[in-house]
């Protein structure tokens, strides 16, 4: 079955590095995502990555991927307060055989602290 | 290019009523799906629906359904509300069924007393 899990919380100091964790258990997962969730909005996707990569950089962005251990990471560069949010990480995974769908992890309050 | 809109925003029903969420895609996507986010649940799969056809469907009762129509906006309705449907709905749209990513709209949020 299709698992993502993330921690709940992280809490860092502008300017520092973020790093926000995820795992998934389901090894046909073909992108893996990142979305940013801001109170009272949607989500807006962040960046994702081809599972046959292993990094992926966009600017402040840097997602690596370790497919063997199933775990997903996003780094944010310089992290400011307007990066406080909530982040989630989701797997596009295969269904009924020939559809895809997104599972979502239960996503990461990023708190950055002044 | 517009965004994916959702209609309403917000809206407060009671237990045993009924509501229909409406989704609006960005322009020349043809695929939309909806999701439930709830503080416990988190985001949950309800729907995709492409071509007007439900393509893929989570796991909730048959009170949840939908409809898309053939300009691909979609609608979602909620049948017999009970207080866990509170929530906030999302829909998303991609180019199609099986291609390109979600876009997410700002999301419906409907409270049941």
């Known amino acids: 079955g299709e698992d993502v899990e993330q921690s709940l919380f992280l809490s860092v100091r502008e300017g520092d590095s973020s790093v926000i964790n995820c795992t998934y258990t389901d090894s046909s997962s073909t992108y893996l995502y990142w979305y940013k969730q801001e109170p009272g909005a949607g989500l807006q996707l962040l960046t994702y990555i081809f599972s046959n990569m292993d990094m992926k950089q966009d600017q402040r962005l840097t997602v690596l991927l370790n497919k063997k251990d199933k775990h997903l990471s996003l780094r944010i560069a310089d992290t400011q307060t307007g990066d406080s949010a909530i982040y989630f990480c989701?797997?596009?995974?295969?269904?009924?055989?020939?559809?895809?769908?997104?599972?979502f992890g239960g996503g990461t309050r990023l708190m950055v602290k002044p | 290019k517009a965004g994916v809109t959702q209609t309403p925003r917000y809206l407060i029903k009671t237990r045993g009523q009924q509501v229909t969420l409406s989704c609006s895609p960005i322009?020349?996507?043809?695929?939309v799906s909806w999701y439930q986010q709830t503080p416990g649940q988190g985001l949950q799969f309800l729907f995709e629906y492409f071509s007007e056809t439900q393509r893929n469907k989570g796991n909730f009762p048959g009170r949840f359904s939908g409809r898309q129509f053939s300009n691909s906006r979609s609608e979602m309705n909620v049948s017999t509300l009970e207080l866990g449907d509170s929530a906030l709905y999302l829909c998303?749209?991609?180019?199609?069924?099986?291609?390109?990513?979600?876009?997410f709209g700002e999301g419906s949020r409907l409270t049941v007393l």
């Open positions: 998303a749209s991609r180019l199609s069924a099986n291609t390109g990513e979600l876009f």
């Open positions: 989701a797997e596009k995974i295969i269904v009924n055989n020939a559809g895809n769908m997104l599972t």
């Open positions: 322009s020349g996507h043809r695929s």
